[in-house]
């Protein structure tokens, strides 16, 4: 699928984008490609899924080219199903004074990665990336993450948070380079984790590399359990554990689903994440 949105296109309402996989046993291939000419500004959703219980293999292709001054609104709901494995490639390249901003919710698939490449190629630009998923039973959410500054002024901001259960593992690794002509690059990339039980994982490994002189970056991450004294301080409250540790999950990605850009996706994304918290078969003590 191709997406042209022509130089000062504003279409009125989001554009949606569902691709579905069926077959048992096949390879989809999904493609799609958004050209936002200059002064386009668009916001588009992208929606994959897959039934339950049906084994094949996803490798969908996302790319994006935002040209001069273009504003553009992405985001991708992952709903695969518990028997399908997703390789997903994403590329994104800004031009001069562009903004670019990216969510993605991974909920699905029994593995499923993302692989994310952001160029900042044009100066002024930004691009703001948000992320959740959820990993239960015994899937493997891996998330990799590549952002190179190439331009003078341009800006990024990254927040992704997760939460794994059951036997589930989740994976990121973000990696921000700044090149020498990204000079007065502003950058920052977070990712946290919940480990809601003994036998799930969750590995988070930021990375900066910088080769220019004027720049403002950062990083940050954490792994852990539920927090025992906020648990306390609920139960204190007349809340049994049970609730206190659901208020706190929920909680927890209350901040990043505000961020989420289509407002009007936070309320099923919000009863899609706790659904998977209450259907977790054991958490940690």
């Not at 919710?105 to 948000?130: M, Q």
């Not at 990204?182 to 946290?192: K, L, V, W």
């Not at 909680?251 to 309320?267: I, K, N, S, T, W």
């Amino acid at each position: 699928m191709f997406l042209h949105l022509a130089r000062g296109q504003r279409p009125a309402g989001p554009v949606l984008v569902e691709f579905q996989a069926t077959a048992a046993g096949s390879l989809a291939l999904p493609r799609l490609t958004v050209l936002a000419e200059e002064g386009a500004e668009a916001s588009v959703v992208l929606h994959y899924r897959s039934p339950d219980g049906v084994a094949l293999v996803a490798v969908p292709q996302v790319e994006v080219l935002a040209d001069e001054g273009a504003r553009l609104v992405l985001t991708t709901v992952q709903e695969w199903g518990d028997a399908t494995r997703a390789f997903g490639h994403q590329a994104m390249t800004t031009g001069r004074d562009s903004s670019l901003a990216f969510s993605e919710a991974g909920l699905g698939g029994s593995s499923s990665r993302l692989h994310l490449r952001i160029g900042l190629d044009g100066p002024g630009s930004e691009v703001r990336v948000f992320g959740l998923y959820f990993g239960h039973r015994a899937q493997t959410h891996d998330y990799r993450y590549y952002v190179t500054h190439r331009a003078q002024h341009t800006n990024t901001s990254m927040y992704l948070k997760g939460a794994v259960g059951d036997e589930a593992r989740s994976v990121f690794t973000g990696l921000i380079r700044i090149e020498p002509e990204g000079q007065h690059a502003d950058a920052m990339q977070t990712n946290r984790n919940l480990v809601l039980s003994e036998g799930a994982q969750a590995h988070s490994v930021p990375n900066l590399e910088i080769l220019a002189n004027e720049v403002r970056c950062g990083h940050g991450s954490a792994v852990g359990p539920i927090d025992a004294e906020q648990r306390y301080y609920l139960m204190s409250r007349g809340l049994d554990r049970s609730r206190a540790d659901r208020l706190q999950v929920k909680g927890f990605f209350e901040d990043v689903l505000a961020r989420f850009p289509q407002a009007e996706l936070e309320p099923s994304l919000r009863r899609a994440v706790m659904a998977r918290y209450d259907g977790l078969e054991s958490t940690e003590g």
